[in-house]
């Protein structure tokens, strides 16, 4: 139950990739770039010099290095500065996903 908790808000820093695409109060999607800093089971930080709307509904695509597959969740931005640092919140995950992340979380936790 402990190591269950720890896993939990383990966060994994790493630079990747990162695309962001959110619905623009009717304007259409916009798309912007950035790169992971790092990663949880319930989130992300991570850093663009591309603006972002704070109150859209975001999705984040991203690859983890290692997994099968990329993964893509519903999203909003939990708190961002002027630099270019943002806090991401997942909203939905599909489950296989999540397990994804879960299990690469676990590997880069034991590997250190």
Do not use: C
Not at 36 to 45: A, H, I, K, P, T
Not at 64 to 90: H, S, T, V
């Amino acid at each position: 139950m402990i190591l269950d908790g720890r896993l939990r808000y383990h966060r994994a820093g790493l630079e990747v990739p990162v695309s962001l695409t959110s619905s623009g109060n009717g304007k259409g999607r916009k798309q912007a770039t950035a790169y992971l800093v790092n990663v949880s089971q319930g989130g992300m930080q991570i850093h663009t010099g591309d603006p972002v709307q704070g109150s859209q509904p975001l999705q984040v695509s991203f690859e983890l290095p290692g997994a099968r597959a990329g993964l893509k969740a519903r999203a909003e931005i939990a708190w961002q500065d002027k630099r270019g640092n943002m806090g991401i919140r997942f909203v939905k995950l599909a489950a296989r996903q999540q397990r994804t992340l879960q299990l690469w979380l676990a590997q880069q936790y034991f590997a250190n």
